[in-house]
């Protein structure tokens, strides 16, 4: 089974920007949908940004899009979610997650434990 821990993230002025990373060790990794989840203080937990390890084909919520840039190094078996012009509605913990592709978003089988992203204004 596929373990993943996030790095990074941490803390930003409003117009900043920030990268958070997550590592996949264990299991076959790349037979995972890859993507990152967000929950806000007091909210549920949504979707952000995914991508397909074959072909890089990628896919954003449209809070994200423009915004936000999600990438994958397959050698360092890293997905780093690229954050620009951040925004105070943007502080949340950023999870990382492996599963499938759906098609609203993904089915999410493997959470990392989460990172901290705080946006102040």
């Known amino acids: 089974q596929v373990m993943l821990f996030e790095f990074g993230g941490g803390a930003v002025e409003a117009g900043g920007s920030l990268s958070v990373s997550c590592l996949a060790s264990g299991g076959a990794f790349s037979d995972y949908y890859m993507g990152w989840f967000r929950q806000p203080p007091g909210k549920e937990r949504e979707f952000v940004s995914a991508?397909?390890?074959?072909?890089?084909?990628?896919r954003y919520a449209d809070f994200a899009k423009g915004r936000f840039t999600i990438s994958r190094d397959y050698a360092k078996k890293t997905v780093q979610l690229r954050m620009n012009n951040l925004k105070p509605e943007d502080t949340a913990v950023y999870y990382c997650?492996?599963?499938?592709?759906?098609?609203?978003?993904?089915?999410?089988?493997?959470w990392g434990p989460g990172t901290q992203v705080t946006v102040s204004s």
């Open positions: 991508i397909n390890w074959d072909d890089g084909v990628t």
């Open positions: 997650a492996a599963g499938a592709e759906t098609a609203q978003n993904m089915a999410v089988v493997q």
